[in-house]
């Protein structure tokens, strides 16, 4: 076996394919030379793997016998709910320790694997709140759209409820200051069902997204109770406020405050920290706003006009 030599390292070629060795040195003088997509010698990151099956088995708890192959009879109930607790509790508390060691919360007084062990148990406990939200949720899609024939339809088959269970969790855990797992579970939410929920996002009660392709809602949202969106929204920022060498400022508040009972129609973009939509206001279609609006407003795009014409003969 040969090999050639750089940067000091000798690097083998490997048998059978000496072009193989030879692209194993590029590749280590390119892990040496861009250092900072690397992950090497650091804390041992969270598991995307692991925090998939995590979200997964807590979208069972939420839903029983709705995320599961078999039928969970009524009987079996009790040891299912018991025998998963146990198994995302130790899952999730070796994750958070993990988080931890990349990225110490501020305050955070006990010593690691007891923080994480009291995180996972206080998060854990909160899962009867998040269940009575997302009733509200369902019931909003039941009364806001008429396709919609039930409960169960509304689970297995709307892509929005998944979505708003992820990140009414991921929430809980971006409030606790805990790093990289929450945005973990809103991007394979994200992936899964097109619509982008940032865990930092406060959402209000009996929230509906309809069909829900393309939606965004930012990480500094504040989203009232009973608000209706439908596909292609973006609640977003307008601009970034820097430092004085020019860095983004993290933090600050960047996306729209959005009231109790507002509809916002398909396509409309909604930006800026300073821009709130007052309660009870519809926003149409298409609409762009970069400003606050009163409350009862109705907002419309007339910048376009469409005509309809006759088609000229054959």
Same mark, same amino acid.
């Given at each position: 076996?040969?090999?050639?030599?750089?940067?000091?390292?000798?690097?083998?070629?490997?048998?059978?394919?000496?072009?193989?060795?030879?692209?194993?040195?590029?590749?280590?003088?390119?892990?040496?030379?861009?250092?900072?997509?690397?992950?090497?010698?650091?804390?041992?990151?969270?598991?995307?793997?692991?925090?998939?099956?995590?979200?997964?088995?807590?979208?069972?708890?939420?839903?029983?016998?709705?995320?599961?192959?078999?039928?969970?009879?009524?009987?079996?109930?009790?040891?299912?709910?018991?025998?998963?607790?146990?198994?995302?509790?130790?899952?999730?508390?070796?994750?958070?320790?993990?988080?931890?060691?990349?990225?110490?919360?501020?305050?955070?007084?006990?010593?690691?694997?007891?923080?994480?062990?009291?995180?996972?148990?206080?998060?854990?406990?909160?899962?009867?709140?998040?269940?009575?939200?997302?009733?509200?949720?369902?019931?909003?899609?039941?009364?806001?759209?008429?396709?919609?024939?039930?409960?169960?339809?509304?689970?297995?088959?709307?892509?929005?409820?998944?979505?708003?269970?992820?990140?009414?969790?991921?929430?809980?855990?971006?409030?606790?200051?805990?790093?990289?797992?929450?945005?973990?579970?809103?991007?394979?939410?994200?992936?899964?069902?097109?619509?982008?929920?940032?865990?930092?996002?406060?959402?209000?009660?009996?929230?509906?997204?309809?069909?829900?392709?393309?939606?965004?809602?930012?990480?500094?949202?504040?989203?009232?109770?009973?608000?209706?969106?439908?596909?292609?929204?973006?609640?977003?920022?307008?601009?970034?406020?820097?430092?004085?060498?020019?860095?983004?400022?993290?933090?600050?508040?960047?996306?729209?405050?959005?009231?109790?009972?507002?509809?916002?129609?398909?396509?409309?973009?909604?930006?800026?920290?300073?821009? *709130?939509?007052?309660?009870?206001?519809?926003?149409?279609?298409?609409?762009?706003?970069?400003?606050? *609006?009163?409350?009862?407003?109705? *907002?419309?795009?007339?910048?376009?006009?469409?005509?309809?014409?006759?088609?000229?003969?054959?």
């Amino acid at each position: 076996m040969h090999g050639t030599k750089k940067r000091g390292y000798s690097y083998p070629m490997i048998n059978g394919d000496d072009g193989l060795g030879e692209l194993a040195g590029r590749l280590l003088d390119s892990y040496h030379d861009h250092g900072g997509i690397n992950h090497i010698d650091g804390a041992n990151l969270p598991s995307k793997q692991a925090i998939v099956l995590l979200t997964q088995d807590l979208l069972r708890l939420l839903f029983p016998g709705f995320f599961d192959q078999d039928i969970l009879h009524s009987t079996d109930l009790d040891p299912f709910v018991r025998r998963l607790l146990e198994k995302v509790a130790r899952n999730l508390s070796h994750e958070i320790l993990k988080s931890l060691d990349f990225q110490p919360r501020e305050g955070g007084g006990l010593l690691a694997d007891g923080e994480a062990r009291e995180i996972t148990l206080g998060f854990l406990g909160r899962l009867p709140e998040i269940r009575a939200l997302l009733v509200t949720d369902l019931q909003a899609a039941y009364d806001g759209d008429p396709a919609a024939s039930s409960f169960e339809e509304i689970i297995v088959a709307y892509p929005f409820i998944e979505a708003v269970a992820v990140q009414r969790l991921a929430h809980l855990l971006y409030c606790e200051k805990i790093a990289l797992i929450p945005r973990i579970m809103t991007e394979w939410a994200h992936s899964r069902t097109g619509i982008d929920l940032h865990p930092g996002a406060k959402i209000g009660s009996s929230f509906f997204i309809d069909h829900g392709t393309g939606v965004v809602v930012g990480e500094t949202c504040r989203v009232g109770d009973r608000v209706k969106i439908y596909q292609g929204v973006t609640l977003g920022a307008k601009s970034f406020k820097k430092d004085a060498a020019g860095r983004i400022i993290k933090g600050s508040l960047r996306h729209p405050t959005i009231e109790d009972d507002v509809t916002i129609y398909a396509g409309a973009t909604i930006l800026g920290g300073d821009t *709130v939509i007052g309660a009870r206001s519809t926003i149409s279609g298409n609409v762009w706003l970069t400003h606050s *609006v009163p409350p009862d407003s109705l *907002v419309v795009f007339e910048g376009q006009r469409v005509e309809v014409r006759s088609k000229p003969s054959a």
